[in-house]
């Protein structure tokens, strides 16, 4: 569920910010990110039943660049929410599921 900083809520997980239109960017300590569409990547951890919320989500990405030179997986330092447009774009739900899932959630 949202919090809220300075009066304005905050996104706790990836639902979230796929309900709010927001570009999850996955951050590595070498500097590089990762720009992912929300939807996409809500659904893609909804389907294997993973928890979305951005501290567990953490553990399930990692720096393509690091483990290219380096040769083992690196998790990222962070995730946050942008307004930039999206250069990574996974399956996304079809209009019916997300519809469903939304009206749970407000429910």
Known sequence: MA???DGLKVATCLFEAA??????????????FGLFHPHGVWWHFHRRGWDDNFGA???KFWCRE?????????????IELVAAPPQ?????PDEREWKRVVNRFRG
Do not use: F, M, S
Request: glycine fraction near 10%; proline fraction near 3%.
């Open 3 to 5: 919090r809220y900083r």
């Open 19 to 32: 309900a709010w239109h927001r570009t999850v960017k996955v951050i590595c300590g070498c500097g590089h």
């Open 57 to 59: 989500a953490r553990e």
């Open 66 to 78: 690091c483990a290219r030179r380096l040769g083992k997986r690196i998790r990222p330092k962070g």
């Open 88 to 92: 990574i774009t996974l399956t996304l």
